[in-house]
Nanobody, 124 residues
Framework: QVQLVESGGGLVQAGGSLRLSCAAS????????MGWFRQAPGKEREFVAA????????YYADSVKGRFTISRDNAKNTVYLQMNSLKPEDTAVYYC?????????????????WGQGTQVTVSS
């Protein structure tokens, strides 16, 4: 059973930074791509960023491009989301997710495993 545990969320002022981490267990982490999604109150869960099994390919939602960076450390079975220049509209619960594919995936339905989420709140 794949388990994903996020950490690193919190309260930050607009313009600040946070780094989210997601520790994975239950399968060979380095064989699969990973992604981050977020869900704001009253809104659907939306794609944020994804990267391939090697980390060589990445993809970002337009709303975070140039501000967020997704990366992974396969030796630590961990994927990261570095978030800079945060805006109040980035406030959401952030979820780590894993598909059953080594290739980069961007659609929610392509992800099989989800973490419990970590709250990110950006104050203005």
């Amino acid at each position: 059973q794949v388990q994903l545990v996020e950490s690193g969320g919190g309260l930050v002022q607009a313009g600040g930074s946070l780094r989210l981490s997601c520790a994975a267990s239950g399968r060979t982490f380095s064989r699969y791509s990973m992604g981050w999604f977020r869900q704001a109150p009253g809104k659907e869960r939306e794609f944020v960023a994804a990267l391939s099994w090697s980390g060589g390919s990445t993809y970002y939602a337009d709303s975070v491009k140039g501000r967020f960076t997704i990366s992974r450390d396969n030796a630590k079975n961990t994927v990261y989301l570095q978030m800079n220049s945060l805006k109040p509209e980035d406030t959401a619960v952030y979820y780590c997710a894993a598909p059953s594919s080594p290739l980069l995936r961007v659609e929610r339905y392509e992800y099989d495993y989800w973490g419990q989420g970590t709250q990110v709140t950006v104050s203005s």
